[in-house]
């Protein structure tokens, strides 16, 4: 409150307190009081003088106090000296407090920034300051989108204001703020809000911690975590290939070898079931070349899908006879096919490294003389097939790992086999957009199920 008194007031109360003390009146007053001796009953003169004089410093007293006073208020100098001790005692625990939080904010190593209900900086403290370059004054009443946003991420917090002001706190998000010099800093914030008396909304505060040295150390952390990675699975990988490129080299070189120094003692059977063991080893040394560039080129992004339309029952039909007839371990393989299973779109090459890895691996471990399932249906969204084997199995515990690259079940003892098979099939089911499921039972068999999204264009529908 503003406390002022004009000159031309206080002469006139002056003015007219002398009149009012000075008039017969006041004399009489003064007379039945008693202060007036008798004597001067008979010279009212005399006691008008006494008591003009009694009133002049009384006037001057009592200007002077108010003059002492109104140049306190005017210099806005403390009135604690006329204030009761309980109000100057919590005055003085007030402005401790104030000092206190003061202190906080401009030492906390945080950034807390205060914003009225429309979203405008009110608070700054000083560690805003250190990290954007920009002092309190300059940020003043300013909107923090006007200065330290990226424009991807404005809409983002404006929309933690609207829910701030819609009263849904506390939340929290990540952005980057940018400082004066164009540097960038990624900011972790906490928002919440204080309410008044009434539990409306009066300020939003927000604290923000600088980790852009933890993002830059969690990032580097990672690539340390993929090199290691790599580099085992680089030893893993020349450890089994080379074992695994050994086995079926190996069995080509004996057979070739066989025929060349004896054509003449073996029969046709003979010499058919040893071309047909170098087919079996050739078409594996093959399998193994198309996962290894398979998996590079997912690993490196050069994994094209070109769908087109495919007659799925020549194309499974294909897949068939690309398996070839080990002497060593002979199987039955069943074909079936639902009826309105005509043309899909698809990717030849991607589905055939699919078909060829689960065919193949149901083959390796069954015994010999089983029953291979091979089963295609559709319906009018979607393609499925199913490799069911009578095999050995998969154990459970195994089950969430086998499409990881190298890895190999428990109960395959010493059968071959590189571990890359699954995940081959698995990248390529999920570039087109589908899903591959296993159900298993050692000792029982095993069941891979492929389910791919694609229009299924019927024979008997016409379109073709």
């Not at 006139?12 to 004399?27: D, E, N, Y």
């Not at 001067?40 to 002492?68: C, K």
């Not at 193949?360 to 499925?384: L, W």
Request: charged share 20%; aromatic share 8%; with cysteine.
């Amino acid at each position: 409150m503003t406390h002022s008194i004009q000159p031309k007031n206080l002469l006139a109360g002056l003015g007219l307190a002398l009149l009012i003390l000075s008039s017969p009146i006041a004399v009489y007053v003064w007379r039945l009081m008693g202060f007036a001796p008798q004597a001067a009953l008979a010279h009212p003169l005399l006691l008008i003088t006494i008591t003009n004089g009694f009133s002049i410093l009384l006037l001057i007293g009592i200007y002077y106090r108010f003059w002492v006073r109104l140049t306190q208020l005017e210099q806005g100098d403390d009135n604690s000296k006329f204030l009761s001790p309980e109000i100057r005692d919590r005055q003085q625990d007030e402005w401790q407090e104030q000092n206190f939080v003061s202190v906080i904010l401009d030492t906390a190593n945080a950034l807390i920034t205060v914003l009225d209900k429309q979203g405008r900086i009110i608070q700054f403290n000083q560690t805003c300051e250190r990290l954007t370059g920009y002092s309190f004054e300059q940020v003043k009443g300013k909107y923090i989108w006007d200065l330290f946003l990226l424009p991807e991420d404005i809409e983002c917090v404006k929309t933690i204001i609207e829910e701030l002001q819609a009263c849904h706190f506390p939340n929290e998000h990540e952005n980057y703020w940018i400082a004066r010099d164009g540097t960038r800093r990624l900011i972790s914030w906490y928002n919440t809000v204080l309410l008044d008396d009434n539990s409306t909304l009066k300020y939003l505060i927000s604290i923000g911690i600088d980790i852009t040295e933890r993002q830059q150390a969690e990032k580097m952390r990672r690539q340390l975590e993929r090199q290691q990675e790599l580099s085992q699975l680089q030893l893993r990988f020349f450890s089994l290939v080379s074992h695994e490129f050994r086995t079926p080299l190996s069995t080509i070189l004996a057979s070739v070898q066989l025929l060349q120094l004896c054509p003449d003692k073996f029969s046709p059977d003979k010499k058919i079931r040893n071309l047909q063991r170098i087919e079996a080893a050739t078409q594996r040394l093959r399998q193994m070349l198309d996962n290894i560039l398979t998996i590079n080129r997912a690993e490196t992004g050069q994994l094209d899908f070109q769908p087109r339309r495919v007659n799925l029952a020549q194309f499974c039909q294909g897949i068939l006879a690309e398996i070839p007839h080990n002497p060593d371990n002979p199987y039955e393989l069943n074909l079936v096919m639902q009826a309105d299973c005509s043309y899909a779109c698809l990717d030849e090459q991607l589905l055939r490294s699919v078909l060829i890895n689960l065919l193949t691996n149901a083959i390796k471990y069954s015994p010999p003389d089983t029953i291979i399932s091979f089963r295609v249906t559709c319906t009018t969204t979607e393609i499925s097939f199913k490799v069911c084997d009578q095999g050995i199995g998969i154990y459970a515990d195994d089950i969430p790992h086998i499409f990881e690259p190298f890895y190999r079940g428990k109960n395959i003892d010493s059968i071959p086999g590189s571990g890359l098979g699954l995940t081959v099939a698995q990248t390529c089911v999920i570039v087109h957009g589908g899903n591959i499921s296993v159900t298993s039972e050692p000792g029982v068999g095993t069941t891979f199920t492929v389910t791919i999204p694609g229009e299924v264009i019927s024979r008997l529908s016409g379109r073709v």
